[in-house]
């Protein structure tokens, strides 16, 4: 019988989250769909034994009620009247926003849109599953930077916890690895897990001139052309690159391996909703276009000139006037899901290279941009807390949090004589979990400390579709509030270019030159000579 699965919220569907939290409190850990099943059916009849697959879609929400300097009563907060003071700026960036979006300037913003290119996605996922058939055991995505850290985040928040322990019947799909590093002892030991007659690999790089991935590359054709020959080497590989230059294009079409495009003008770190982060959703059995459709749905919202309508663009404004006029010059990202956990990874990379500019548009000197920092709930509740709420007036956290989970675990009572276990008992870990979240909050908050909350009904497609979505047009929108550039990353390429010249790399002498020139280290200031 086709499990009929209904992620519902308590806003929505009070009466199901009620009747069914009541009950799984009263039996074992394991959710009941048959009981589920026929909750449901009380409040849609009309699903009743129709057998469908239903997932009901609500928007994430959005709450910054303790950066509001009159809540809050702290030197880090926000005044309503200081954010009505951004209106004439925000028109204007909105504005100049929706002309280029119209110009085709902002091309990520259309990625929710490219219809023809999720079809070319599932079709391929489709006709290698089918060729492969039962020999397909693994799938490797070669990468790093945004090329990795979306597809990574998505699968982490959307596949099981231990997806690639499943069992095969469990799984369905092949199990997932990612090469990023060039960390030699990391890289050989994936291969020595790897059967290459049962390995697809995906090398995604859109120019094809990025050192580490590309080195990795080399590797794995090597390694897989050795074992398998080349013409199933032409069968297991996929590149993801430019539709029509550069080297990793001119590459695939030597070996003759299929392609799917990375659209012009998107970057790397805005790049998740598109074929670089889409087609290893969907080979792992991922709803793409419902991911998709809720970043869609966060491009409705985001359209919005209202700033107090617009997530995107109060959630910009408000770290930009604490960090400019309150010296807030840090911005935690603090998920109570372990699932989320790698989504603070991805925003950690879209923040930094966006924001963080020496130059302003015009070319003044103005080193731009917080630093933003990883935690996760509840571990970090016992690493940084104490910082966030004692330490200096320089930081703005966000808690992503969760309004249902996939699982209900009963806490047992037991050790009834012990107090610090006592209490436990008959609760579950949900319970517990939302507590420590709140408190954090309520902590945080009684402490001074600027504290936006961001929740969602559940972690599903349509609802990380969204966060994406929502926190690349921030990211956007909040460049033209710092007047830099947030497309671009000058200050990544000079690390680039150094290693390009010590390895000898054609037209990068004067770079080996500058490496060579530079001082060499004082024996007086190394310890352990």
């Known amino acids: 019988m086709t499990e009929i699965r209904v992620i519902c919220t308590f806003a929505l569907e009070n009466r199901v989250s009620f009747c069914y939290h009541r009950f799984m409190r009263s039996r074992a850990s394991q959710p009941c769909p048959a009981i589920k099943k026929k909750l449901i059916s009380l409040v849609h009849p009309s699903l009743k034994d129709s057998g469908a697959k239903i997932m009901l879609k609500k928007p994430i929400i959005y709450d910054y009620n303790n950066v509001v300097s009159n809540r809050i009563q702290s030197p880090a907060g926000i005044s309503v009247e200081e954010i009505e003071s951004y209106a004439k700026k925000v028109s204007e960036i909105h504005a100049l926003l929706t002309e280029k979006r119209k110009g085709g300037h902002l091309p990520f913003y259309e990625l929710p849109y490219r219809k023809e290119e999720v079809k070319k996605i599932k079709s391929l996922a489709a006709e290698v599953k089918k060729e492969m058939g039962e020999r397909l055991e693994n799938m490797v995505v070669i990468g790093i930077g945004g090329s990795s850290l979306g597809g990574i985040a998505l699968t982490k928040a959307l596949a099981h916890p231990f997806y690639n322990f499943l069992s095969d019947t469990e799984r369905k799909n092949p199990k997932l690895f990612f090469a990023e590093n060039i960390d030699p002892d990391e890289i050989k030991g994936l291969l020595d897990i790897l059967d290459p007659e049962r390995t697809l690999v995906n090398i995604v790089s859109k120019s094809g001139d990025t050192a580490e991935p590309m080195a990795n590359f080399l590797l794995f054709q090597k390694y897989m052309g050795e074992a398998i020959g080349e013409d199933n080497l032409k069968k297991q590989m996929i590149a993801t690159t430019d539709a029509k230059k550069g080297t990793m294009r001119g590459i695939a ?6 392609t799917l495009t990375i659209p012009e003008g998107v970057g790397g770190r805005f790049s998740v909703l598109s074929s670089v982060g889409l087609f290893p959703a969907c080979m792992v059995g991922i709803d793409i276009e419902s991911l998709l459709e809720g970043a869609a749905f966060m491009d409705k919202l985001s359209k919005r000139e209202d700033m107090f309508q617009n997530p995107a663009y109060m959630n910009a404004i408000i770290h930009y006037h604490l960090h400019t006029r309150r010296g807030v010059n840090m911005a935690v990202m603090m998920p ?27 070319g003044e000197i103005v080193y731009a941009g917080q630093t933003p920092i990883k935690a996760v709930g509840a571990i970090d509740q016992h690493s940084q807390i104490q910082l966030y709420r004692e330490g200096p007036f320089d930081k703005i956290i966000t808690i992503l949090g969760v309004d249902t989970f996939k699982n209900f675990l009963n806490i047992p009572s037991m050790y ?6 006592s209490y436990l008992g008959g609760h579950t870990l949900n319970e517990l979990f939302n507590a420590e979240k709140q408190a954090t909050v309520l902590a945080l908050v009684k402490s001074g400390r600027p504290t936006i909350e961001i929740n969602l009904p559940e972690v599903n497609p349509y609802t990380i579709g969204q966060l994406f979505y929502f926190y690349e047009v921030q990211t956007v929108f909040a460049g033209y509030l710092y007047d830099v550039n947030s497309l671009d990353q000058p200050g990544v390429e000079a690390g680039k270019q150094y290693a390009y010249g010590m390895l000898g790399r054609k037209g990068y002498e004067k770079t080996k030159e500058e490496v060579d020139a530079f001082p060499k280290r004082d024996g007086k200031c190394v310890i352990g000579q």
């Not at 079409?253 to 299929?258: D, F, M, Q």
């Not at 009834?416 to 276990?421: A, I, M, V």
């Open 253 to 258: 079409k030597e070996l003759g391996i299929r």
């Open 336 to 362: 109570y899901s372990s699932q989320l956990a790698e989504v603070s990874v991805w925003y950690r990379q879209l923040l930094a290279e966006s924001l963080g500019k020496k130059y302003s548009l015009s």
């Open 416 to 421: 009834d004589s012990f107090e610090g276990t």
